[in-house]
């Protein structure tokens, strides 16, 4: 038995020997797997020193740390950065009411998940902001992030990029940078006499303040934008040299559809683009001769004036004064705002042109816009629609419109944003917007924090079906 034994131990001792290998290969495979997880995961988790570069907020410096597990991540800018800015309380109802504000960061990154190619990292997720929601995509190559900002419709909105490369805390002295901000803003503002506002003392007090904490770009931007929001004018924003272009040629900025041979209706999205754009719209619309024109401005936040005078030129049909920019020259002397039989005395816009208009600016008290219809001019019924979003260049036009009763206004009140700015380079690459004319319409109407109110009030979304059923009830009178 003894040699029976043996024997059948020898018998089998090639399977033994082979599970014994196969035991062993598993073993050093999942170790293999666990070193390789391991190393996957260090090559993301930890500190990054990013960039952000969006539009609104051009391109700021800051520090996200990225949490790991397994194939999927997370990521967060400092927590609770919230609370040194609008304080505890309100840090607190925005963490429950809106899923801005998670863990008090005002930049992160959910529902992320990486896979590895040779020696780069590829991942994927979603960024969320108060600049809104966006899909992240990009990879990791020599510790070095790449990343696009998209938009739900796979439009790039911008970027994150960054490196290993951890600075030290606060990224940079704030405090003395909002000390430049100060000093430029008493010297370009409109008007020095807003600066004794309640609402700029306060603005100033709560940003001096909120300094002593900031530790990178994304505070003092944000810090700024919220409080900002209580000052008694508009067009006052501040952000960080961009490295992108938001500038696209060959954007459309107006576009006409024919609803039947009676009806067109004219999209215009924003007037950023030329004088001769709004021509060309405008030789088609002749050329059909259409008997109702719908122009919708809901969303629109304006542009330059060189593409909303020349817009204007073609639906208002007599020569009126469209009204006046009043400048820091004007309010150092007087403290009233001239009366329409005083514009005479001013300097007059009259060229679709926003250099010429610029320079006005800076050399004379005020400068008023003069509205000179084409020699080919539309005089069919005219509606506008608009809504809270509707801002900047469009409201002047709207108003005068509205009281020449030369359109239907439908929709919703205006924004209210209505000023000339311009752009001040700072310190660290940071630029200033600031308002540098105030403007008033013909009649002395301040649009600025108060907007245009519709003829026809609508929600925004029921405006154009609103347009059509006026027209309709237009046909059958």
């Known amino acids: 038995m003894m040699n029976h034994s043996f024997f059948e131990v020898r018998q089998h001792q090639p399977r033994f020997v082979l599970i014994c290998l196969q035991l062993s290969l598993i073993v050093l495979t999942n170790i293999h797997c666990f070193a390789q997880t391991d190393s996957v995961e260090s090559m993301l988790e930890g500190k990054w020193n990013l960039n952000l570069n969006h539009p609104a907020v051009g391109d700021v410096q800051f520090i996200m740390n ?3 597990n397994k194939n999927q991540f997370k990521a967060y800018s400092k927590t609770n950065a919230d609370r040194n800015i609008v304080g505890f309380w309100n840090s607190f109802l925005a963490r429950s009411f809106t899923q801005n504000f998670k863990k008090g960061s005002l930049v992160r990154i959910e529902n992320g998940n990486f896979k590895t190619s040779n020696d780069t990292l590829y991942l994927k997720g979603k960024m969320i902001s108060t600049l809104g929601e966006f899909v992240l995509e990009g990879f990791i190559l020599n510790e070095n992030l790449q990343s696009t900002l998209k938009y739900s419709n796979r439009k790039i909105a911008g970027s994150i990029s960054g490196n290993r490369i951890i600075p030290d805390l606060p990224l940079r002295d704030y405090k003395a940078l909002f000390e430049d901000i100060e000093a430029l803003t008493k010297n370009k503002i409109y008007n020095k006499d807003v600066l004794q506002s309640k609402g700029w003392k306060t603005f100033s007090n709560e940003m001096t303040s909120a300094t002593n904490n900031f530790q990178d770009d994304l505070d003092i931007i944000f810090a700024f934008y919220y ?3 209580r000052l008694p004018f508009s067009h006052y924003t501040l952000t960080r040299s ?5 500038n696209n040629q060959n954007e459309k900025h107006l576009t006409l559809k024919q609803k039947n041979t009676e009806i067109a209706y004219l999209r215009i999205a924003s007037f950023k683009g030329s004088s001769q754009e709004v021509d060309s719209i405008f030789n088609l619309i002749y050329q059909n001769n259409y008997k109702y024109l719908i122009v919708d401005l809901r969303n629109n936040s304006g542009g330059n004036v060189e593409a909303g005078l020349a817009f204007a030129s073609h639906v208002i049909n007599s020569t009126s004064y469209g009204g006046i920019f009043l400048t820091q020259n004007w309010f150092n002397t007087y403290s009233h705002v001239p009366k329409i039989q005083d514009y005479e005395n001013f300097q007059h816009f009259t060229k679709a042109n926003n250099d010429l208009l610029l320079r006005g600016i800076h050399q004379y008290e005020g400068l008023c816009l003069k509205i000179i219809p084409k020699e080919k001019n539309y005089n069919g019924k005219l509606f506008i629609l608009i809504n809270k979003n509707t801002a900047s260049t469009c409201e002047p036009i709207v108003y005068e419109l509205k009281k020449q009763e030369r359109a239907i206004i439908i929709g919703e009140t205006t924004a209210g944003s209505m000023l000339n700015s311009e752009t001040f380079v700072l310190n660290e690459k940071f630029e200033i917007k600031i308002p540098t004319a105030d403007y008033y319409t013909s ?21 154009l079906k609103t347009a059509f059923e006026k027209i309709t009830t237009l046909e059958h009178q």
Do not use: L, M
């Not at 961009?242 to 938001?246: A, L, N, P």
């Open 66 to 68: 990225f949490e790991t």
């Open 227 to 229: 409080y900002s929001k």
């Open 242 to 246: 961009s490295k992108v272009s938001t």
């Open 443 to 463: 009649d002395g109407y301040r649009i600025d924090q108060n907007g245009v109110e519709p003829n026809i009030k609508t929600n925004s979304n029921d405006a």
